[in-house]
């Protein structure tokens, strides 16, 4: 029985940090459906993200540093399209791909500038006494986080569906000349998607940033996201929610039940194990796109 | 009739180095339809493209000539301006968003216009085309080869454009539906008041509808005129119609099987036709 409730604990905790890493992730899917670009920045702008409002936060106040924070996202959206999409048009996904890689190196620089190396600490002022359902102890903190992560891919999900720019969006990622040839402006297309991917970044790095502290080894979590991309498919939102929670849960169990017989370390390499076999038995991820092809 | 649309001599060049177009001149009549004819890779296709100015993901530009849409240069536009301004290609191989629905494909097409309510223009696709209207909630990616180019040419149509430039509606289709296709494109013209530009290699069904039309050969206008004026020209009827001496086109390829058999595998001068029934083969 106390199996039983212990394996229940680990698989709500697994699920409530997967929905984390769900967030991560699908700041990649965002620009990768509209660009086919894996943006190796994604990591950066997490870690900028969160330096920004952890830096703004003792001078100005939680929400107008969050509110500078959302410009200041918006902002490297613009940046981004201008300085690396716009010369770029046409070229080798390769090349836009190391140009991603430039982005995240001046990312991780200027923070550097501006902040400081040294690690922050963010309280968003969420109780630590855990919430007890039938014995099962689940924490707040990750409970509140989750909710959050729900409540972004859900206006997300509205944003795609039901707004014009949404429309043009996905029609962008599915076929980026034909939607040029009517009229859906690629530029503003692309920087919208950027500005997206920094707000989804912005929202993953307070979470992890107050559950872990904000410092410079965050744009790793960049890592965690890669599998989750791999076992959903890299071009679903649908995907990265799911791929999130399967990883989540993966870890949780994984280190409560095989860590404990050979001395814990199981939780980090999970995912890449379960990335492993999807790679193996299910290459285009759970909700990949598949070419429609008719017979 | 006066042009809507002028291409005067333009050059197209890819990556600097490729050569394309070598001078194309045309005129797209006011509420009209004009032909490009032509086989694969003569640069019809780029013409298009160079009118709607989507050459650059391509590498392409225009080093030489001017495009003239009511009397204003287009050169330089963004492609979105030109689709604002009432130009609205339908490229080849229908490009429908695979994923998205009939629906939200239509949508698509009314992007660039400014207006709130598209619901009305919806209903005209739809009574056009009812078949789109059964499968709205569809993903495109599903429908058929004729509805998919129904509902790229619907596509067009949400955008209220002036000129539609399409790039070989006909390309795998079965010939009932291009002749159903053709004939749709017909009654547009004359109920929408809109005026097309056909880039085609079907020259006997494209010519069945048009007013006037290009013959095109490796990057050049090699013959132009008024339909029936051209029709009695030689090159086109040997080279894009398929009529020999005699003129029922059926005949003549059968003429051309006869010669094959009685010549072996590589005998017989005349080329296969192009366009006619003769391409099913």
């Known amino acids: ?5 212990y394996a229940i604990e680990l698989t709500i905790t697994g699920l409530l940090i997967g929905s984390m890493y769900s967030l991560v992730a699908l700041g990649f899917v965002l620009i990768f459906k509209a660009s086919s670009v894996f943006n190796f920045a994604q990591g950066a702008m997490t870690l900028f993200a969160a330096l920004s409002v952890v830096g703004l936060f003792p001078i100005v106040g939680f929400w107008p540093a969050l509110a500078l924070t959302i410009v200041a996202m918006c902002g490297v959206a613009v ?3 201008r300085v690396i999409f716009r010369p770029l048009i046409g070229g080798a996904p390769l090349v836009i791909f190391m140009a991603t890689l430039g982005l995240a190196f001046m990312l991780e620089g200027s923070a550097q500038i501006i902040w400081g190396t040294q690690p922050y600490g963010l309280d968003l002022g969420i109780p630590i006494e855990p919430i007890i359902i039938g014995g099962v102890y689940i924490s707040r903190f990750d409970l509140v986080a989750a909710g959050v992560a729900g409540l972004l891919v859900l206006l997300l999900v509205l944003f795609f569906q039901k707004t014009k720019i949404g429309l ?3 029609a962008v990622a599915d076929d980026h000349v034909a939607a040029q040839s009517m009229g859906i402006q690629l530029r503003r297309v692309w920087a919208v998607a950027w500005a997206l991917a920094g707000l989804v970044a912005l929202a993953a790095g307070m979470l992890w940033g107050a559950r872990i502290g904000v410092h410079f080894a965050m744009s790793l979590i960049a890592l965690k996201a890669l599998p989750v991309l791999i076992i959903g498919g890299i071009e679903s939102v649908p995907g990265a929610i799911v791929g999130g929670l399967i990883v989540g849960v993966a ?15 199981v939780q980090d390499i999970m995912a890449y194990l379960v990335a492993l076999l999807f790679l193996l038995f299910r290459p285009y991820g759970l909700f990949g796109e598949k070419k429609i092809e008719r017979v | 009739m006066t042009s809507i649309l002028e291409v005067k001599d333009i050059e197209v060049v890819y990556n600097r180095a490729i050569h394309v177009l070598k001078g194309v001149s045309l005129n797209v009549p006011e509420k009209g339809i004009a032909a490009l004819l032509g086989g694969n890779g003569v640069g019809k296709s780029t013409t298009l493209k160079a009118i709607s100015n989507l050459l650059k993901a391509e590498r392409g530009a225009i080093t030489h000539g001017d495009i003239r849409y009511k009397g204003e240069s287009l050169l330089g536009w963004d492609p979105a301006d030109i689709v604002r301004s009432g130009i609205f290609q339908v490229m080849e191989g229908r490009r429908l968003f695979q994923h998205l629905t ?4 239509l949508r698509a097409g009314a992007y660039s216009r400014r207006v709130g309510d598209i619901k009305p223009d919806l209903e005209r696709v739809y009574n056009y085309f009812p078949r789109l209207g059964e499968r709205r909630a569809q993903k495109a990616g599903y429908l058929s ?26 390309m795998g289709l079965a010939p009932i539906l291009v002749t159903e296709i053709f004939e749709i494109l017909r009654v547009l013209c004359e109920e929408e008041n809109v005026s097309m530009l056909l880039a085609e290699q079907n020259a006997h069904m494209a010519l069945s509808i048009v007013s006037e039309a290009y013959v095109m050969e490796s ?12 029709t009695k020209t030689d090159i086109v009827r040997k080279s894009y119609l398929g009529m020999t001496e005699e003129d029922n086109a059926h005949r003549a390829y059968r003429q051309i099987l006869l010669q094959k058999r009685a010549a072996g595998p590589r005998g017989g001068t005349l080329r296969p036709t192009l366009g006619t029934k003769g391409r099913t083969t």
């Open chain 1, 1 to 5: 029985m106390n199996e039983l409730i």
């Open chain 1, 79 to 81: 940046f981004a399209e």
């Open chain 1, 168 to 170: 043009g969006l996905r």
């Open chain 1, 251 to 265: 870890e949780a169990l994984g280190e409560g039940f095989v860590g404990s017989m050979i001395g814990g370390g």
């Open chain 2, 102 to 105: 009939v629906e939200e494909n």
């Open chain 2, 145 to 170: 080869g004729g509805e998919q180019q129904m509902a790229a040419i619907g596509r067009a149509l949400m955008a209220r454009p002036k000129v539609i430039l399409l790039d070989e509606p006909s």
């Open chain 2, 219 to 230: 990057g050049r206008i090699i013959s132009q005129g008024a339909t029936n004026e051209l």
